[in-house]
């Protein structure tokens, strides 16, 4: 009787390459998920920061109008960024402020229209512009 050998030289290498490139694909899809997903929080964030910028640079203005009432608006640098404040003079007074996040020049603008009621400054409506 003769025994049959099956020669399986190299099949435990080709299982192993196997292997490997599905862990080397699916390490590389993972990276680049969360590359992606690091890069839209950090945009995120940056609208955020020019949003914030511009609210600050609204309420700068209310105060100088309560004030001055011939204020026409000014740029000023707040934090790690910039507001340019621009002021329509008139009945509603237009206040329009664009926030600029330094890091990746994300820019948010919000218009404020106020009024002057019995000598108070009354702000009327709030909005972002996009």
């Known amino acids: 009787m003769k025994k049959i050998i099956f020669q399986q030289k190299g ?9 490997m490139v599905i862990a080397v694909t699916i390490t590389s899809a993972a990276v680049v998920l969360i ?14 920061d020019a949003l914030d910028i511009a609210e600050s640079g609204v309420e700068n203005a209310l105060l100088r109008l309560d004030r ?10 707040v934090g790690t960024g910039t507001v340019t404040i621009s002021v329509s003079l008139g009945n509603p007074t237009i206040i329009t402020a664009t926030g600029s996040a330094n890091q990746n020049n994300a820019t948010r603008t919000i218009q404020v229209n106020t009024v002057y009621n019995n000598g108070a400054l009354t702000v009327t409506s709030w909005k972002e512009l996009y």
Not at 35 to 48: C, D, K, V
Not at 68 to 77: I, K, M, V, W
């Open 11 to 19: 099949q435990a290498l080709v299982t192993l390459l196997f292997f």
């Open 68 to 77: 001055d009432p011939s204020y026409t608006g000014e740029t000023l640098n």
């Open 35 to 48: 590359a992606t997903n690091s890069l839209a929080a950090s945009r995120f964030e940056q609208g955020t």
